[in-house]
């Protein structure tokens, strides 16, 4: 059986809340019982359990993350960059996947909470996140947005300029001749698909083009969310030149809705998104897109976040904002017109 500490108290002939102090390097014990108590956990080979030392000291050195889709390759360098930072500060990530889902997420808040984590890295489902969240933040629990933000909801947040950012790719379409533009998008009481809608009608108004709620489509942010909202782009009576997906999983079922219809991206349609995919760029570089520097962001926020634990940081809330970069491919072409259909 593996040694506790009540086995090196007896042994050293202390305590056990004396062992714990020493474990956890604090003051008020005297170089004496130190040594012996040093002397004992080598003896014993004694490895003091994290959880254990977490229950007395009130730290457990976890810090909880809720991301809502770790299939969207946008996530993986957010992940990344959120545990380096966290490993630097001797801290370990506890990972959830919420699936964009409000009640799973919730629950996920729930059981981080549970856990003992010190505070929680989160990008929200939705505006609806405030709901869970907020009882954490009256109770004094530290908690980074990232991503995405919240009105009204008084913590840390880290995010791209996404209303820039739109804007600049938005107007990148219209200098290529495009006019009438699709937009599909995530609902609009998630802060990112608000921003960058923002942003393209920024766009459309300084080119002195009109903005067309038809072609706004909202759905689910994933590769069967794309593909259906292309075919209702598909079906319209007067088909757009250009499609603008608000993320990379979207464009990928846009893609493969417009391949079945055996239309050809750029020289029947446009294509542009948010996030770049490394890897598919690597083997053939194809989209337009505005790449989003993930991993710094959530280098950031989790940066913020231990702050925040450590009582380093205190007052307002503090905003973080990274500029997007836009990458120009293929895929924006340029605008051909096209018939109305009968």
């Given amino acids: 059986m593996a040694a506790t500490v009540r086995d090196v108290a007896r042994r050293a002939g202390v305590s056990a809340m004396t062992v714990s102090r020493v474990v956890n390097n604090h003051p008020g014990v005297s170089a004496e019982t130190r040594a012996k108590i040093e002397a004992a956990i080598a003896e014993l080979d004694y490895a003091p359990s994290k ?58 808040v729930e059981d981080l909470v549970q856990h003992r984590v010190e505070g929680l890295i989160i990008a929200p489902v939705s505006d609806r996140s ?44 219209i200098e290529k001749g495009h006019r009438r533009i699709a937009f599909v ?16 009608r920024k766009a459309l108004s300084g080119a002195k083009v009109a903005f067309d709620d038809e072609l706004v489509f909202r759905t689910t942010t994933d590769q069967l969310g794309g593909y259906r909202a292309t075919q209702q782009i598909l079906a319209l009576s007067e088909r757009p030149t250009a499609i603008f997906a608000v993320n990379n999983m979207i464009a990928l079922g846009a893609m493969q809705a417009l391949r079945q219809a055996g239309l050809s991206v750029p020289d029947d349609i446009a294509l542009v998104c948010f996030d770049d995919i490394p890897h598919l760029a690597v083997i053939s570089p194809f989209l337009t897109v505005i790449d989003q520097p993930a991993e710094q962001m959530a280098e950031a926020a989790a940066h913020l976040l231990l702050e925040r634990i450590s009582g380093s940081a205190s007052g ?27």
Avoid: K, W
């Fill in 51 to 108: 959880i254990a030392s977490g229950l007395i000291s009130s730290r457990t050195q976890l810090i909880g993350m809720i991301v809502p889709d770790v299939s969207n390759p946008f996530f993986g360098p957010v992940v990344h960059g959120a545990e380096v930072e966290a490993r630097r500060a001797g801290y370990r990530l506890l990972l959830c996947n919420s699936e964009s889902d409000l009640r799973l997420e919730r629950d996920y």
């Fill in 130 to 173: 405030a709901e869970h969240l907020r009882r954490l933040v009256t109770n004094g629990f530290p908690i980074v947005l990232l991503d995405r933000y919240i009105d009204g909801l008084p913590v840390d947040s880290v995010r791209l300029d996404n209303a820039a950012a739109a804007d600049l790719l938005a107007r990148h379409l």
């Fill in 185 to 200: 998008t995530d609902a609009s009481n998630v802060s990112t698909a608000r921003d960058r809608l923002a942003g393209l």
């Fill in 316 to 342: 307002a809330a503090r905003e973080v904002s990274f500029p997007g970069a836009l990458i120009v491919r293929t895929s924006s072409g340029e605008a051909v017109p096209r018939r109305r259909r009968r």
